[in-house]
Each structure stands twice: as structure tokens, then as C-alpha cells.
């Protein structure tokens, strides 16, 4: 069993600031990368960030200069710093990470339940 927790949403002013957290568990023997997603209502889930196990980042254009990516290692979390929100950036941010498991050959993908952030303008 392998689980991505997710924290740190909620209602932010335009200009505002949010962390997310997300914390994985389970039998996991490395993680390659983990990434940030949002869905906004009638879109499409959209990538936000990346960042791997060797602490490259990459960011969509969107929120590029707004958002830093980082993790923990040693805790298996992965951070979303959000600066500078806007309202369209209202969506369920949802944690995912790329991962090889303990006794399992391959690696996979696995995906959090999403947090809301709502920016009001």
C-alpha cells in the first residue's frame, strides 16, 4: 500500500501566498520524481511542477517566478510554494509521484486525493 497525503490548501487572497505539502508512505524503495497537478472545473488536469529525485525542477509557464518546487528526501514530501496567486489559479492541486516499490519490479504512478485552493479576487 502507498499513499500521498496532501496539505496546505485553502482560500487565499489574490496576491496571497500558499504552501502545499505532500507526504508519501508505504513500501517504497526510491522515488524518482514527484509533481504537482491542478485541475480547474470544466479543464483539464494540468502539470504545475516537477521535481526529481536529484532535485531538478521544472515549471509550466504559468507559474513560472511564482511557485517553488522542493522536497524531502529523507521524509518522501514534496512542497508547492505558491506566491503571487491569482484567481485562475483556483483548482484541486493534486500531488503525484513516480516511484519504484520495495519487492516490485518497475515503477509507478501514483496520485494524492487533491487539495482545494480557491484565490479570491
Known amino acids: 500500500q502507498l499513499q500521498l497525503v496532501e496539505s496546505g490548501g485553502g482560500l487565499v487572497q489574490s496576491g496571497g501566498s500558499l504552501r502545499l505539502s505532500c507526504a508519501a508512505s508505504g513500501s517504497i524503495r526510491e522515488i524518482n520524481y514527484m509533481s504537482w497537478y491542478r485541475q480547474a472545473p470544466g479543464k483539464q488536469r494540468e502539470l504545475v511542477a516537477t521535481?526529481?529525485?536529484?532535485?531538478?525542477?521544472n515549471y509550466a509557464d504559468s507559474v513560472k517566478g511564482r511557485c517553488t518546487i522542493s522536497s524531502d528526501n529523507a521524509k518522501k514530501t514534496v512542497y508547492l510554494q505558491m506566491n503571487s496567486l491569482k484567481p485562475k489559479d483556483t483548482a484541486v492541486y493534486y500531488c503525484?509521484?513516480?516511484?519504484?516499490?520495495?519487492?516490485?519490479?518497475?515503477?509507478?504512478?501514483?496520485w494524492g486525493q487533491g487539495t482545494q485552493v480557491t484565490v479570491s479576487s
Open positions: 503525484n509521484a513516480n516511484v519504484a516499490r520495495v519487492g516490485i519490479i518497475g515503477n509507478y504512478n501514483y
Open positions: 521535481v526529481t529525485s536529484g532535485a531538478r525542477t
